[in-house]
């Protein structure tokens, strides 16, 4: 049976993973192909999401997708819970290559521990939001976009890392996939996507770029809609009978 991190629990993984690793980076120590890997990359990468999340979720309510876990499934799982919405999880290995964490954060948090191409072959809801940071190269990204954008909620949010490395040499693909790679050629195509609006902060998530695709609405009505004008009638009352 799986036992569920608490809140509280969740909250302080950060302090216990900064007296394990040293104040503000996070590590992964290991062997890959018979090469020992030592990556150290510093924590907080997610502050962006951190506070446009619960904005997207008050507005578009549904599922939360993520590919690549690590210190993000913390700041998703916070603000899943907190609107008592799924957060699934995909990646190669529990709590992604930092090992951020052993088991399941929260009872809605699904983790699906394999490659993304596998787990959309299960997946078949519609999301609110979805966050891609798996594997660094255009073809897998293109292919979970190609999956996600149908099915994503009008309204709803993709977000991309990656998506704008500040060198040329991080664009290429290394032997070990550690790199941006070539994502930005996916965010480039978006770009040009009319169906969708595409913003990109490019010194966030560790100078490498993160992008926004935000789905839009259904447009067929848009010409009945006012504004928000019809939204605020009871704010227009109160300022009405305060004169
Ligand atoms: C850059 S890390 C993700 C970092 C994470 N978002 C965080 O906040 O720390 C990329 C992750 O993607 C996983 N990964 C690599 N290829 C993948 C694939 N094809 N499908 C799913 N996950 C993959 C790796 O195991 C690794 O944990």
Redesign the pocket.
């Known amino acids: 049976m799986v036992k569920f991190i608490s809140r509280d629990r969740l909250l302080s993984l950060d302090k216990e993973c900064d007296e394990k690793y040293g104040t503000d980076h996070?590590r992964f120590q290991g062997e890959y192909e018979g090469h020992e890997i030592h990556i150290r990359i510093p924590r907080g990468?997610?502050n962006i999401m951190d506070a446009l999340v619960p904005n997207i979720l008050k507005h578009v309510l549904g599922d939360i997708v993520?590919?690549?876990?690590?210190?993000?499934?913390t700041v998703l799982a916070i603000h899943a819970e907190d609107f008592n919405v799924k957060l699934h999880s995909?990646?190669?290995?529990m709590g992604?290559?930092?090992n951020?964490f052993e088991k399941e954060l929260f009872e809605d948090h699904i983790c699906f521990i394999?490659?993304?191409?596998e787990?959309i072959k299960e997946y078949d809801g519609n999301p609110s939001i979805v966050?891609l940071?798996?594997?660094?190269n255009y073809d897998?990204v293109k292919m979970e976009l190609d999956f996600f954008l149908p099915r994503l909620k009008n309204g709803g949010v993709i977000f991309m890392?990656d998506t704008m490395p500040p060198v040329e040499s991080n664009t290429f693909k290394d032997k070990y996939?550690w790199n941006p790679g070539d994502v930005y050629m996916a965010r480039r195509e978006l770009e040009r996507n009319p169906e969708v609006d595409v913003f990109t902060w490019p010194y966030s998530a560790l100078n490498q770029g993160l992008t926004m695709v935000m789905k839009h609405r259904e447009r067929t009505d848009y010409w009945k809609l006012n504004g928000r004008i019809d939204h605020i009638h009871v704010k227009q009352k109160w300022v009405k009978d305060a004169l």
Do not use: A, Q
């Open positions: 996070l990468s997610w993520e590919i690549g876990m690590g210190e993000s499934s995909c990646d190669l290995k992604g290559m930092f951020v394999g490659k993304s191409e787990f966050f940071d798996g594997e660094h897998v890392h996939g």
